[in-house]
Nanobody, 121 residues
Framework: QVRLAESGGGSVQAGDSLLLSCTVS????????MAWFRQDPGKEREFVAA????????NYADSVKGRFTMFRDNAKSTLYLQMNSLLPEDTAVYYC??????????????WGQGTQVTVSS
């Protein structure tokens, strides 16, 4: 079974940058459509970004568009989220999720444990 593990979170100041990583094991990263979500305690889980297994299509939440970039390195079996110009509102636990690319509709069946991002003003 595929396993996902996020890393790269931390505490930063507003305007700083962070690079989050999601390492995929058990199966090839190329077998999955991938996404990033985030959740602050007491709030609903929020969509951040998503791509397809071939990276022909990418979607970003309006709140992060122009600041965050999602990309993958299949050779390293790692999905990335480059976060620039961070804001206090970006504070949350960030999760990566995987959907088998053979599914006719996206269904994120696999999730990582999350990595904490804290942005101070």
């Amino acid at each position: 079974q595929v396993r996902l593990a996020e890393s790269g979170g931390g505490s930063v100041q507003a305007g700083d940058s962070l690079l989050l990583s999601c390492t995929v094991s058990g199966r090839s990263l190329s077998a999955y459509n991938m996404a990033w979500f985030r959740q602050d305690p007491g709030k609903e889980r929020e969509f951040v970004a998503a791509d397809t297994w071939s990276e022909v299509s990418k979607n970003y939440a309006d709140s992060v568009k122009g600041r965050f970039t999602m990309f993958r390195d299949n050779a390293k079996s790692t999905l990335y989220l480059q976060m620039n110009s961070l804001l206090p509102e970006d504070t949350a636990v960030y999760y990566c999720a995987a959907s088998d690319h053979y599914l006719s509709r996206v269904r994120y069946d696999f999730w990582g444990q999350g990595t904490q991002v804290t942005v101070s003003s």
